[in-house]
């Protein structure tokens, strides 16, 4: 299983952010796809999670209204799109996939740094 | 949502020694879904501990977790040099999935 993740980007307040997970080594459909994110010297907070098949989404409260997780299953890949970017965004997003129908994340993109700056 | 505190913040051992670290929940985790996950500077988190105390595959046997209800343990028995890292509990029995603040683990 690898989950290879998009490049680092650097954004300006108020911009918009889109990360790619490309996934593979396993059957993309059959595994939801999580986000989680880590601001510089800080833990990890979860922001939400998708279902490959048909493509329903979850979020995080904190994250309603400006994170979109959508998926591309011709070409295994998810990805993550937050809008409105502030500087407290600044963060390494991270996809995880689920081990099976649990969530907890057995498997981890390697991270794109995010970068919020005027 | 659940609050998981972990502590101490930060423990300082030497190799060989056994280390403690705690993970208590505002409220009682359901079904007992608790994770532990250990991570190295600059890298992903890496799965430990699922289900309270089943090791991840290809985890050693010298990291075991235990506990139930709000308080949890990750126990690594004996201390080798790769275990010096950041380590952070994860509940996922109720929506939102939540991560303790974690457990530096240093070297003495």
């Known amino acids: 299983v690898h989950l290879v993740q998009s490049g680092a980007e650097v954004k300006k307040p108020g911009a918009s952010v889109k990360v790619s997970c490309k996934a593979s080594g396993y059957n993309f459909i059959g595994y939801y796809m999580h986000w989680v994110r880590q601001a510089p010297g800080q833990g990890l907070e979860w922001m939400g999670w998708i279902n490959p098949i048909g493509g329903g989404t979850n979020y995080a409260q904190k994250f309603q209204g400006r994170v979109t997780l959508t998926r591309d299953t011709s070409t295994s890949t998810a990805y993550m799109e937050l809008t409105g970017l502030k500087y407290d965004d600044t963060a390494v997003y991270y996809c995880?996939?689920?081990?099976?129908?649990?969530?907890?994340?057995?498997?981890w993109g390697q991270g794109t740094l995010v970068t919020v700056s005027s | 949502e659940i609050v998981l505190t972990q502590s101490p913040g930060t423990l300082s051992l030497s190799p060989g020694e056994r280390a403690t670290l705690s993970c208590r929940a505002s409220?009682?985790?359901?079904?007992?879904?608790l994770a532990w996950y250990q991570q190295t500077p600059g890298q992903a988190p890496r799965l430990l501990i699922y289900?309270?105390?089943s090791r991840a595959t290809g985890i050693p046997d010298r990291f075991s977790g235990s506990g139930s209800g709000t308080d949890f343990t990750l126990t690594i028995s004996r201390l080798e040099p790769e275990d010096f890292a950041v380590y952070y509990c994860q509940q996922y029995g109720t929506s939102p999935l939540t991560f303790g603040g974690g457990t530096k683990v240093e070297i003495k």
């Open positions: 409220q009682s985790v359901s079904s007992s879904y």
């Open positions: 995880a996939r689920v081990r099976g129908g649990l969530p907890f994340f057995e498997y």
């Open positions: 289900d309270v105390f």
